[in-house]
């Protein structure tokens, strides 16, 4: 099933939401891979605010390759979304409602999802210039000494990503590879 969602995500749009939906996002999400991911751990460790407010919203584990002329960003495909396992649970504790990566998480991740009510999405790796399109700003908040691993704060605009786990711990991962074995 095909749905429209808006950022910062709401609870009421999360329990719709079932793994194996496809969703166009728009509205504002942050990125965040492992360099910065281990700066806001230690930032929390030593009492700090993160720098952005993390609730409701969603991180994509994402570093863009540079812009081209006339364009906000370059190619913007996902990462692997597992190498931010270590810090996920505390982030969706805190707030975080949303990831979008691509790969399976393990199941802390998943634990922390059905606790917090969450969603990860998956987007189509391989797929940076297409996703890039759907861009329409992107600006550096925070951790600019770590170049395409720094923080950024992106406008979207009917970005296309995959439920691949629901609130209720459902993955896509599993469902699939199920389905397609019995086939």
Excluded: C, W
């Excluded at 999400?29 to 993160?50: F, I, Q, S």
């Excluded at 439920?163 to 086939?183: C, F, H, P, Q």
């Amino acid at each position: 099933m095909k749905k429209h969602l808006n950022v910062p995500l709401k609870d009421e749009d999360i329990a719709q939401l079932k793994a194996g939906d496809y969703v166009f996002l728009s509205g504002t999400v942050y990125t965040a891979r492992d360099a910065a991911h281990k700066r806001m751990y230690e930032a929390l460790r030593a009492g700090k605010e993160l720098p952005f407010d993390i609730r409701g919203n969603i991180i994509y584990y994402m570093g863009p390759s540079p812009a081209r002329e006339g364009r906000p960003i370059g190619s913007a495909g996902p990462t692997t979304a597992s190498r931010m396992d270590k810090y996920t649970p505390e982030l969706l504790d805190l707030g975080l409602k949303g990831m979008i990566g691509k790969g399976r998480r393990t199941e802390a991740v998943r634990e922390a999802v059905i606790r917090n009510g969450a969603v990860y999405f998956a987007a189509v790796g391989g797929a940076g210039a297409l996703i890039s399109k759907s861009i329409t700003s992107s600006e550096v908040i925070a951790y600019d000494d770590l170049g395409t691993e720094a923080i950024r704060k992106l406008t979207i605009e009917n970005l296309p990503v995959i439920v691949v786990m629901d609130r209720e711990g459902n993955n896509l991962y599993d469902t699939a590879l199920k389905e397609y074995s019995e086939v």
